[in-house]
T-cell receptor, first 112, second 112 residues
């Protein structure tokens, strides 16, 4: 069974530029999460989807961050415009009716 | 919101030494507890989990953890580490919500 797929794995952009990350969860997993992991810290939840509905986006900085999961399968997280402080690893995770989450490899974003 | 504290930022030890990593959380109600591991260059993987029942849980690769409710702790142990255990270890907690709260992580370096 394929795991959670994320792309790109690495992204370097200049500040004020837009950037997007893509995630394809494990097949059949209806719950999808986006996390941000800053250097030296644990992952922090940005948004959680149940199918195509964002059920918890309280930690998403909505002035510059947006996310979508239009068909309840894959998802895109966007930042526009990016700031220096957005440099981090962006993780996607999925689960299916369980508290156990399966993580993708992450996208390492560097904003210069 | 949950608060998860990992006592050690970086642990260095020799092969065959015993390992214990501390984890404490703040929530006083029913919790689900996890230890995740991230090997160099790899994604987060579940090491072990506790939902209910026997407070001593065994995970993969010879790891175990003990849930002590009175101490709000879920410490990770391994009697004899190997060089391949070099990784970053994260404790995570949820309180029957799907939101995971992570500790800051402990980097474990095992010297051959």
């Amino acid at each position: 069974e394929a795991g959670v797929v994320q792309s790109p794995r690495y992204k370097i952009i200049e500040k004020k530029q837009p950037v997007a990350f893509w995630c394809n969860p494990i097949s059949g997993h209806n719950t999808l999460y986006w996390y941000r992991q800053n250097l030296g810290q644990g992952p922090e939840l940005l948004i959680r989807y149940e199918n195509e509905e964002a059920v918890d986006d309280s930690q998403l900085p909505k002035d510059r961050f947006s996310a979508e999961r239009l068909k309840g399968v894959d998802s895109t997280l966007k930042i526009q415009p990016a700031e220096l402080g957005d440099s981090a690893v962006y993780l996607c995770a999925s689960t299916s009716g369980s508290y156990e989450q399966y993580f993708g490899p992450g996208t390492r974003l560097t904003v210069t | 919101a949950q608060s998860v504290s990992q006592h050690n930022h970086h642990v260095i030890l020799s092969e065959a030494a015993s390992l214990e990593l501390g984890c404490n959380y703040s929530y006083g109600g029913t919790v689900n507890l996890f230890w995740y591991v991230q090997y160099p260059g790899q994604h987060l993987q579940l090491l072990l989990k506790y939902f209910s029942g026997d407070p001593l849980v065994k995970g993969i690769k010879g790891f175990e953890a003990e849930f002590i409710k009175s101490k709000f702790s879920f410490n990770l142990r391994k009697p004899s580490v190997q060089w391949s255990d070099t990784a970053e270890y994260f404790c995570a907690v949820n309180d029957n919500d799907y939101k995971l709260s992570f500790g800051a992580g402990t980097t474990v370096t095992v010297r051959a």
